[in-house]
């Protein structure tokens, strides 16, 4: 069955409905390549043919979920933190400071932690006892 039916947007809508040779149901809402109403209902009656002698569009597949990414530990993002402040050409003063944090204070604490494990609230307790 086509039904065609003016769009708010201008043009026509056609509406496709079959029932396949396996039993199942189809149908198909599209916007008409063609400006007329008489040029859509030809369109949908040819694409409702050709949906009966070829069957619909298959889905694809979903892709196959990958491996989750090892999330890396502060230790291993610190040398690119610091690699990335030295890139944006950050005053030697401001590079100095930033080793001297990290290597008294936050090394210490969190080298070994995952990333995604930390919150803000182990940034306020490393605030609290120093």
């Given at each position: 069955?086509?039904?065609?039916?003016?769009?708010?947007?201008?043009?026509?809508?056609?509406?496709?409905?079959?029932?396949?040779?396996?039993?199942?149901r189809h149908r198909e809402r599209v916007r008409s390549p063609v400006t007329s109403k008489s040029g859509s209902k030809a369109w949908g009656e040819a694409r409702e043919r050709h949906l009966l002698v070829h069957g619909p569009p298959r889905k694809k597949a979903p892709p196959a979920a990958s491996p989750a990414p090892a999330v890396q530990t502060f230790g291993e993002l610190w040398?690119?933190?610091l690699a990335n402040a030295q890139a944006n050409?950050?005053?030697?003063?401001?590079?100095?400071?930033?080793?001297?944090?990290?290597?008294?204070?936050?090394?210490?604490?969190f080298a070994a932690r995952r990333l995604d494990a930390m919150a803000n609230s182990d940034g306020a307790s490393l605030r609290a006892t120093v």
């Open positions: 069955m086509v039904k065609v039916t003016p769009s708010k947007e201008g043009g026509f809508r056609v509406e496709i409905r079959i029932r396949l040779p396996d039993g199942s040398p690119s933190f050409r950050q005053k030697a003063s401001t590079l100095a400071a930033k080793e001297m944090i990290g290597r008294k204070y936050l090394l210490p604490v």
